[in-house]
């Protein structure tokens, strides 16, 4: 009798939930006869999706911000590439015009000068200042050219503005750049409005340079502005050297002494150019091979 009433119970449970399942499925069908004739859940649904849009917008969170990020990376990139070649097409540009100007304006006696044989082309290379050393007995700047850049020793460095020295030493990815204003440091000059050569010597002072030994017929006064001359060819012709800002006579007075401010801003650039000489393309011989006729 046990066994009975046991299978009885079960199967009394079995009819509950088969009456359950067809009541919900009665209720489900009526839900969406009454929806589809009436509209009456969709307001539901859209209240639900409102409820539900926080979660979605949660899950997509992180494929968001990964690509936000990659985003910004790239974009980060293209600027620092575009700032440094607009950097460079500038201070490239600053140095031609500096360079163009004192051409221009003593063109003939620049001419004379290299004897006619040499023109004004030059090769150019950027490079960065990695640091300055400007203590009283040396000043030089350190760069991230070497030996592995084409870097020799001797060639020259400018700025958007002017003559910035030359270097010295150098290794493989490194070198060493003498400025203009170390003590140990002379380049021959030229005074633009006279054509007046002389050389300006270094002083210790970042913002001063020095030419001794002027004639006293020497055409130089303040406000002269002076080029490189090419004499001695580690500095191309016509770049910009500095001003006069006063000329007074030495202890001799036999001669006359100039005080120049620098035209490069020696502490305040954080790229130079490397530039040097090079030589002229010319053409040789007729400009054609003519046939020998007897």
Do not use: C
Request: glycine fraction near 10%.
């Amino acid at each position: 009798m046990a066994y009975a009433s046991s299978s009885n119970a079960r199967f009394g449970e079995g009819a509950a939930g088969t009456l359950r399942l067809l009541g919900y499925l009665a209720a489900a069908l009526l839900l969406m006869v009454a929806d589809h004739r009436g509209g009456w859940l969709t307001s539901v649904r859209q209240h639900a999706g409102l409820l539900v849009e926080p979660l979605y917008w949660m899950a997509a969170a992180p494929a968001r911000i990964a690509h936000a990020a990659r985003a910004g990376l790239v974009s980060r990139a293209a600027l620092v590439d575009e700032n440094a070649r607009l950097r460079e097409q500038l201070l490239l540009a600053n140095a031609r015009l500096s360079r163009l100007e004192a051409v221009a304006q003593e063109n003939h006696r620049l001419r004379e000068l290299l004897d006619g044989k040499r023109g004004y082309l030059v090769s150019v290379q950027l490079a960065t200042i990695l640091d300055v050393d400007l203590d009283p007995f040396r000043h030089r700047v350190v760069l991230d050219v070497g030996s592995r850049d084409g870097v020799s020793p001797g060639q020259a460095l400018i700025d958007a503005d002017g003559v910035v020295g030359q270097i010295v030493e150098f290794t493989g990815r490194r070198s060493i750049a003498l400025l203009i204003t170390d003590p140990d440091h002379a380049i021959p000059v030229q005074v633009v409005r006279s054509g007046l050569r002389l050389i300006a010597y270094g002083t210790g002072e970042r913002d001063r340079l020095r030419v001794p030994n002027i004639p006293q017929s020497g055409d130089i006064r303040p406000g002269d502005r002076l080029v490189t001359s090419g004499i001695g060819g580690n500095y191309p012709a016509g770049f910009a050297v500095g001003e006069v800002l006063r000329v007074e006579p030495d202890e001799t007075r036999l001669f006359a002494v100039a005080e120049v401010r620098p035209a490069a801003a020696l502490d305040r650039r954080g790229e130079v150019l490397l530039v040097w000489n090079v030589p002229a393309e010319t053409e040789v011989g007729p400009p054609g091979t003519a046939e020998h006729r007897p």
